[in-house]
C-alpha cells in the first residue's frame, strides 16, 4: 500500500496505525500480537492499550533513493469514549530534537574529555 504525506518521528519510538489501514492492506486482525505494555501520557492521569501490534516493511522515499525497515506498529488505541487520537507539535518536536542533541553533544565531549 503506497501512503503519502506520512509524518514518522523517530524519537518517540511509537508508531500508529489506524485499524482501517490494516483491514485496507488486506491484514487480518488474527495477525496482530498483543500489545504487552500501556501506554502513559496520552490520556492524562491514566493508562491507555493499543489494539494490538505488528511488525511491517516500510520503504521511505522514491525507486531512485529508498531504503526499507521493519516498524512496529501499535494499532489505535480505544479509549474509554471511543478511538484516542494522537497528535503531535512540530515546534515541540524541533525543541525536543534540539534538547535531545545538545544533551548527547554534551555527553559525548565529557566522554572524549575523560
Do not use: H, W
Not at 50 to 56: Q, T, W
Not at 69 to 74: A, M, N, S
Amino acid at each position: 500500500m503506497r501512503l503519502s504525506k506520512v509524518l514518522v518521528d523517530g524519537g518517540s519510538g511509537l508508531n500508529i496505525l489506524y485499524m482501517d489501514t490494516l483491514e485496507a492492506m488486506g491484514i487480518l486482525r488474527a495477525c496482530l500480537r498483543e500489545s504487552l505494555f500501556p501506554f502513559y501520557g496520552i490520556l492524562p492521569g491514566m493508562k491507555a492499550y493499543p489494539v494490538g501490534n505488528i511488525d511491517l516493511p516500510v520503504t521511505f522515499s522514491s525507486k531512485a533513493n529508498f531504503r526499507t525497515e521493519t516498524l512496529t506498529f501499535e494499532l489505535k488505541l480505544p479509549g474509554p469514549n471511543g478511538v484516542i487520537t494522537v497528535s503531535g507539535s512540530f515546534v515541540q518536536a524541533y525543541v525536543s530534537s534540539r534538547e535531545y542533541f545538545n544533551l548527547a553533544t554534551t555527553a559525548a565531549n565529557s566522554a572524549e574529555l575523560g
